[in-house]
């Protein structure tokens, strides 16, 4: 199955800094999702996008469904040391039914003090 | 607490050995899923259902098993046809937010097997 692309893998950031992520697929969807994962543990749904263009935030998160259907980016403000973690994107066909989520290799997120 | 609870949390079996895992869900959520996760990758969705006594494969079924014939309950075996056995495993569920839209997938906290 398919896998989106993320960039980048993995960044080492500073206490405050902002943080950009990006998700590319080379198919369209309609749904894109953010999830955070700390090790050992379940994925946690940041953001959730429905329509091209929108914009949406979620605390010092914020999440943008591109223009072409076939993108999303994701900026963290401010980062703080409890934002480290890996970083997953997904997309979605709204098909009516149960979804296939086909999910991004990752960012992995780490913060130095 | 409504979640979704998968246990245990570590399991190990030897090679040939069948193995289930539990999925349960107190959130009333139609749809349940299985997705598998190897170190350093993303999620390769296993099974997914979408209502009682259905259930659908994804993209890497072969080797596994779901039933569903409780609503909150999706247990997934891991069978010895199952090549490369040992990873995290993941069980989700969603709700039709309306416009039949399931997307939003809820995780619970994972299974590490480790086949010996």
């Known amino acids: 199955g398919q896998q989106l692309n993320q960039s980048p893998q993995s960044m080492f950031i500073q206490e405050g800094e902002d943080v950009s992520m990006n998700c590319t697929s080379s198919?369209?969807?309609?749904?894109w999702l953010w999830y955070k994962q700390d090790p050992g543990e379940g994925p946690v749904l940041l953001i959730a996008?429905?329509?091209?263009?929108e914009l949406t935030s979620n605390g010092r998160l914020t999440a943008q469904f591109g223009i072409t259907r076939k993108d999303s980016f994701l900026n963290i403000s401010a980062s703080i040391p409890s934002d480290v973690g890996i970083y997953f994107c997904a997309g979605a066909i709204n098909t009516g039914t149960a979804s296939k989520l086909t999910f991004g290799t990752g960012t992995r997120l780490q913060v130095t003090l | 607490d409504g979640g979704i609870t998968q246990s245990p949390k570590y399991l190990f079996r030897k090679e040939g050995q069948n193995v289930t895992l539990s999925c349960e869900q107190n959130?009333?959520?139609?749809?349940m899923y299985w997705y598998r996760q190897d170190p350093g990758q993303g999620l390769r969705l296993i099974y997914y259902?979408?209502?009682?006594?259905?259930?659908q494969k994804g993209d890497i079924a072969e080797g596994y098993s779901v039933s569903r014939e409780k609503k909150e309950s999706f247990p997934l075996t891991v069978t010895s046809a199952q090549k490369n056995p040992t990873a995290f495993y993941l069980c989700a569920s969603s709700r039709n937010r309306g416009g039949g839209s399931y997307n939003e997938q809820f995780f619970g906290p994972g299974t590490r097997l480790t086949v010996l």
């Open positions: 198919s369209i969807f309609n749904t």
């Open positions: 959130l009333n959520h139609d749809a």
């Open positions: 259902s979408q209502i009682v006594n259905d259930f």
């Open positions: 996008l429905y329509k091209a263009g």
